[in-house]
């Protein structure tokens, strides 16, 4: 009897050591914060919780470019990675759409870390929002749901930018993930390809 009770008593002292040494997927997340680090990225910016595919649903109210850069079904370079394996990618333009873009740092709703400097969300995902444009320092509540935790939370306006935005299709360089319905990439982080 003895022995059944040690070799029990080892068994969960095992599943213990195992599970304290667990790390439900931090490692991962700061690995890929790190390389975003590398690659020029802002630091409080992991994007690890991001859905980078959407549905191709715009928030009501968003209005399309009238003469866009890069027009719908056109291709352009990606020129800023949000995200590793984004930057240098070819893009197709799903839609066009003049609005103002926001950089948000917010606390996330799934008691995750702080995020610093988010690019972006648009007016239209503002809940109750007011017509006019937020400006740097306003807090607004967010209705976006880009990243985990990111619906609901109230956030800090960072930076402010009246210009068009695409939705895009692309396929990430580093994995080769295609990348469909993606919200949001600015006219300035576009180029045309040579």
Not at 8 to 21: K, M, T
Not at 76 to 87: K, L, Q, R, S, W
């Amino acid at each position: 009897m003895s022995w059944k009770k040690l070799i029990l008593f080892g068994a969960l002292a095992g599943l213990l050591v195992l599970s304290a040494c667990s790390n439900n997927g931090n490692d991962t997340a700061s690995n890929e914060n790190e390389e975003k680090n590398s690659e020029g990225e802002h630091s409080g910016m992991d994007h690890s919780g991001m859905d980078m595919s959407g549905s191709g649903e715009v928030p009501e109210g968003l209005e399309e470019a009238e003469s866009p850069a890069f027009p719908v079904g056109s291709t352009a370079v990606i020129t800023e990675a949000h995200m590793p394996g984004m930057e240098g990618a070819e893009a197709t333009i799903v839609g066009a759409y003049d609005t103002t873009v926001y950089t948000i740092s917010y606390d996330p709703t799934d008691g995750g870390e702080r995020v610093e400097d988010h690019k972006w969300i648009i007016h239209e995902e503002i809940a109750d929002r007011q017509e006019e444009p937020y400006e740097a320092g306003a807090e607004v509540k967010v209705k976006a749901e880009h990243m985990e935790g990111m619906e609901g939370a109230t956030a800090v306006i960072d930076s402010a930018e009246q210009t068009t935005v695409y939705m895009v299709d692309f396929t990430l360089k580093d994995s080769g993930e295609e990348v469909t319905n993606h919200k949001w990439v600015t006219e300035s982080e576009l180029s045309s390809e040579e």
